[in-house]
């Protein structure tokens, strides 16, 4: 399943990684690291894009963003690839890990309030 969602900026609009860049947004989930080096779903943000949609729930776990494979990156590199500028785009794909058919869906977030 791929949908669209719009970000919601944060209150601070400090830049992330450089000054020389534009601040860099979230999609609002909080992750936690498994065993096997996969980035699972800890918790959202309240009133975050991923909260919002009603179709990200704690326990999924983080496939690709935007076709690149995440699992088993170190996270450091993979939340370089959630953030961007606000009003850009990000998709992602998760396991859903209640499934036992193991159903993967992909989620498109705009990032702009």
């Known amino acids: 399943m ?3 969602l719009k970000r919601k900026a944060t209150a601070e609009k400090t830049p992330i990684f450089s000054p020389d860049q534009p601040p ?3 999609i609002g989930i909080i992750f936690k690291v498994g065993g096997n080096g996969g980035m699972y779903v800890k918790s959202l943000v309240e009133d975050g894009p991923a909260a919002r949609s009603g179709m990200i729930m704690v326990g999924d776990c ?4 935007d076709g690149k494979t995440a699992f088993g990156k170190p996270t450091d590199k993979v939340v ?3 953030l961007g500028p606000f009003g ?3 998709g992602l794909t998760l396991k859903r890990w209640k499934d036992t058919s193991s159903v993967v869906f992909s989620v ?3 990032l702009r309030d």
């Not at 983080?62 to 963003?65: M, R, T």
């Open 80 to 82: 370089r690839m959630l």
């Open 108 to 110: 498109a977030f705009t």
């Open 24 to 26: 860099e947004e979230g």
């Open 62 to 65: 983080l496939l690709s963003v």
């Open 88 to 90: 850009s785009e990000v």
């Open 2 to 4: 791929v949908f669209g």
